[in-house]
């Protein structure tokens, strides 16, 4: 049995960038106690200029050195103001390496035959060491034992180009044994969120926003007590407070109901970061790094209390495709082709809703990826039509208690109707957790607050299960 790990800490983007954010974090780690894993992400904006760069570079257009020189003096600026000579002089070189290694990977850009493009992903993933090198060597500066470690020695995927899933027993292995000892040794160590390996041992990623499954994925494996998802808000809200002026803080939260909020549009965690946590039963805690002393939200195996909607939220910038079926397809061989398609494409599916008497199939997806939907359908065999609205909006109420609660469909679209907002389309979860409704994109605001008024979440939530301990 090896040293306990108190907690996995991930910070993104935007809790790392500049002096004053790395310096922060770098507090945060110092004041928590021994046992603690950081993961860190590429200081906001990073990820997309050494993308863009490597990506010109593939076209044959210039951009390449800009991106590249851009990202070495966002680091060594930061560093430059909180190094002191000798680490100084040791991260800049590494900057360097990393640098030379984007520039090198991008030159070397032709997907292999399965349509992955490894050196992207190894150039994508170039900040994510820089920030764990730079927070790492910040560490060490004010006294505390900490290393930087690269999560392509420690986590192994399928290695699906930029969404690969983790290959769990090969990286149980690699991470305790690189981790456990560094723990047992009080040594912190810093580790590179987004970053993992192929089985073959090429650098792939775990997806944009991928790095708060790093860090739950570590934890299942460790395993760690909690895992605390540093950000820029207090936690998960009843609505987006930028639409919605009277959202409150939700305190606690099931795992499911996360889940539904991250898949929804809720940008606090990502969603494949649930799983890892739910089904080791690790509670996952959302804190705020500029208001540190506030609670934040717990997600953890609550249980779902009284009836009753807890959430609503929506992706504002939704798709629908409308599929009729050819002559004598029938809905089955339709809706079997249409998914299979999307499956192979890696389509978002928000929404289906079915009409059986007209052989139609209504599909909501994030509007980004409607014309990949489309394309992913062209001479599809049993398709005879496909029409497609591309300003429309998902809004949806989420509450694990709403299972076996009758008339919540009926207030929503009540709601909705008052307001004069039309429901273009709607469906709700197999497990009752979560309503949706497609509408348009001009009542988005509107049939938001109309559902956060009518289902009565504008006040302070209070919590029914008292949430898991704090870590001190
Ligand atoms: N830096 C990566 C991204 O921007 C991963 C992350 O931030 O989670 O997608
Ligand atoms: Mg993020």
Redesign the pocket.
């Known amino acids: 049995m090896g040293v306990p790990c108190r907690a996995v800490m991930k910070f ?2 935007t809790s790392v960038l500049g002096s004053q954010g790395t310096d922060r974090v770098a507090s945060i780690l110092a004041d928590s106690p021994v046992g603690v894993v950081a993961v860190v ?2 200081m906001a904006g ?3 200029l050494l993308l863009r760069g490597a990506e010109s570079a593939v076209a044959g257009r210039p951009g390449l050195e800009a991106a590249a020189g851009a990202t070495r003096s966002a680091y060594v600026g930061v560093a430059k103001e909180l190094l002191a000579r000798r680490e100084l002089a040791d991260f800049v070189s590494r900057v360097d390496e990393v640098t030379a290694t984007y520039r090198a990977c991008s030159g070397q850009l032709a997907p292999t035959p399965s349509g992955a493009n490894r050196s992207l992903e190894a150039a ?2 170039a ?2 060491l820089l920030s764990a090198c730079l927070l790492a060597a910040v560490l060490r500066q004010r006294g505390v034992a900490a290393t930087a470690v690269d999560s392509a020695q420690l986590l192994v995927t399928d290695g699906h180009p930029l969404a690969a899933a983790p290959l769990m027993p090969e990286s149980l292995e690699r991470t305790r044994v690189r981790l456990l000892p560094l723990l047992q040794a009080g040594t912190l160590p810093v580790v590179t ?2 970053r993992a390996r192929t089985a073959g041992g090429e650098v792939t ?1 775990l ?6 499954h ?1 860090a739950t994925l570590l934890a299942a494996v460790l395993p760690a007590a909690e895992v605390w998802i540093w950000t820029d808000v207090d936690g998960l809200l009843t609505a987006d407070p930028r639409l919605v002026p009277d959202a409150q803080l939700l305190s606690e939260v099931s795992y499911a109901e996360a889940m539904e909020l991250a898949y929804f549009g809720a940008k606090v965690l ?1 969603r494949s970061a649930v799983p890892p946590a739910a089904s080791a039963a690790i509670p996952i805690r959302i804190k705020n790094t500029m208001r540190p002393q506030e609670q934040g939200t717990v997600i953890h195996r609550r249980s779902p209390g009284p009836g009753g909607a807890r959430a609503v939220t929506g992706v504002a910038e939704a798709g629908l495709l409308t599929l009729t079926a050819s002559p004598g397809a029938g809905l089955n061989r339709l809706a079997g082709e249409v998914f299979g398609r999307f499956a192979d494409a890696r389509i978002t599916t928000l929404l289906v809703t079915q009409s059986s008497a007209e052989d139609v199939i209504c599909v909501a997806v994030p509007a980004g990826e409607l014309t990949a939907a489309r394309e992913a359908l062209r001479q599809a065999s049993y398709l005879r039509a496909q029409d497609a609205q591309d300003q429309v909006s998902v809004v949806v109420v989420v509450g694990e208690a709403m299972r076996g609660t009758a008339g919540i469909a009926g207030k929503m679209f009540g709601a909705l109707g008052e307001e004069g907002i039309n429901v273009v389309a709607i469906s709700q979860g197999s497990s009752e957790l979560a309503v949706a409704a497609v509408v348009q994109r001009r009542d988005l605001a509107g049939a938001l607050r109309a559902l956060h008024r009518v289902f009565e979440l504008g006040h302070p939530q209070t919590s029914r299960d008292a949430p898991p301990q704090v870590l001190r």
Do not use: L
Not at 207 to 212: A, L
């Open positions: 993104g983007g992400s590429a990073t990820t997309d994508a993933s900040g994510e969120g987004f990623t997806g944009r926003g991928g790095s708060d790093s990502h």
